[in-house]
């Protein structure tokens, strides 16, 4: 009776459901292996946390921060943008604390757009993005993400009437662990520049990236008209305490901070204080967060291949895409895959439309379990079949 509209728009999640089919196999008794949620298992980096610590001691941080407080976090996420991606922002109007790039961008969208604007987004994407266009009111217009292109977008093939107000991008890309170089982001902001449009670049993976590869900034493309989120949940393994930065546009910046000041009273001091520790920590410790991943990444995909999926080897992120051989509903498949196996995994379906045939490995456990989860697909692969529906 008092959901409003815009509250009956947020679609549901799938992940209740692989959460409650988790449950029916640990009460059969199975060892579950949940690989279905992108949440490091790995602890924060200590000096982040001695900085919490520290903080709780000191009276000064029980108060209500202010936008005033948030200037060394602010100005460690410029030093980190230009040290990292060469990138220089201005800590005082080109840069804002976020309490996760999650909380960011439903409250970009909504200092960025008026109801009914269009947003183009990802298929498939992370899910969250559906709600926050919903909570924003906007007509959301999916951008097809393909295997053929390398996962990304075709900017060509929008209709040249659509006028979006916003295009969101994610590189690394949750769902497909796909990456784009700077060249792809020099093109997406001249597009968006020449139809009145805001890039939205969520970059939580910046840092998680193998091999040779790093990831580029969408900023490098310039500040006018381009924004990017950036988390400290994934390199920094800080996922539960809620804090990030957004970076770019100053006008953009400026419309979130009044619409955050209306909504929030920024983070808790201390752990903008560990956050900003985390931020002036030396960039080895992403390269052994991303390591981690590359171990682990490694241990999955010939194994799935033994299987006979077709699985690309990513290059960064903390996801396996996987193209299972004849699915046709991913969602069953991944439920009765959880009753049966213990094996938890995200269905490709939740991700969008084009997610259908895939599933989603999150790289959270070590090598050994991931071992363990693709010995027990291949033997339940003749069961699973016969009894998808
Ligand atoms: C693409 C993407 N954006 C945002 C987030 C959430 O980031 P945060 O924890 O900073 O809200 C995630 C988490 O999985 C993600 O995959």
Redesign the pocket.
């Known amino acids: 009776m008092w959901a409003s509209q815009r509250a009956g728009a947020v679609p549901d999640s799938i992940f209740g459901r692989m959460n409650a089919a988790a449950g029916r196999a640990r009460a059969a008794g199975l060892e579950v292996i949940d690989l279905s949620i992108?949440?490091s298992d790995q602890p924060p980096p200590e000096a982040a946390l001695a900085a919490l610590r520290e903080a709780t001691r000191d009276p000064d941080t029980y108060r209500y921060p202010l936008f005033s407080d948030t200037a060394p976090l602010r100005e460690a996420a410029a030093a980190y943008l230009a040290r990292r991606f060469g990138v220089t922002v201005d800590p005082d109007t080109e840069v804002l604390p976020?309490i996760?790039?999650?909380?960011?961008?439903a409250h970009l969208l909504m200092a960025v757009t008026d109801p009914g604007d269009t947003l183009l987004l990802p298929d498939p994407c992370?899910p969250?993005y559906l709600g926050a266009a919903a909570v924003a009111s906007l007509r959301a217009v999916p951008l097809p993400l393909r295997s053929e292109h390398g996962f990304l977008p075709d900017l060509d093939a929008v209709p040249g009437d659509l006028a979006p107000r916003a295009l969101l991008l994610?590189y690394p890309?949750?769902p497909t662990s796909a990456v784009a170089d700077g060249a792809f982001f020099t093109r997406a902001a001249a597009w968006c520049r020449a139809r009145g449009t805001l890039l939205i670049h969520?970059h939580?993976?910046a840092e998680l990236t193998f091999g040779g590869y790093r990831a580029p900034s969408a900023l490098g493309a310039g500040l006018e008209g381009v924004v990017e989120?950036h988390?400290?949940?994934?390199t920094h393994h800080l996922?539960g305490f809620?804090?990030?930065f957004a970076a770019g546009d100053a006008g953009a910046i400026a419309a979130l901070a009044r619409v955050k000041g209306a909504v929030d009273f920024h983070a808790y001091l201390g752990i903008q204080r560990a956050a900003t520790v985390a931020l002036g920590l030396p960039d080895a410790l992403g390269r052994a967060a991303a390591q981690t991943f590359e171990e682990r990444r490694d241990a999955l995909v010939p194994a799935l291949r033994e299987l006979g999926w077709e699985v690309a080897t990513p290059q960064a992120s903390m996801y396996v895409w996987a193209r299972v051989p004849g699915l046709e509903d991913s969602v069953a498949y991944a439920v009765r895959l959880a009753e049966d196996t213990g094996v938890v995994l995200s269905p490709g379906r939740a991700f969008g439309m084009l997610g259908e045939g895939f599933v989603r490995f999150a790289l959270v456990q070590p090598p050994i379990q991931l071992a363990e989860a693709a010995r027990r697909l291949g033997q339940g692969r003749s069961v699973r079949h016969g009894r998808q529906s």
């Open positions: 992108g949440s976020l996760g790039a999650q909380e960011g961008l992370y969250p994610n890309n949750n969520d939580p993976y989120l988390s400290l949940s994934k996922g809620r804090v990030g």
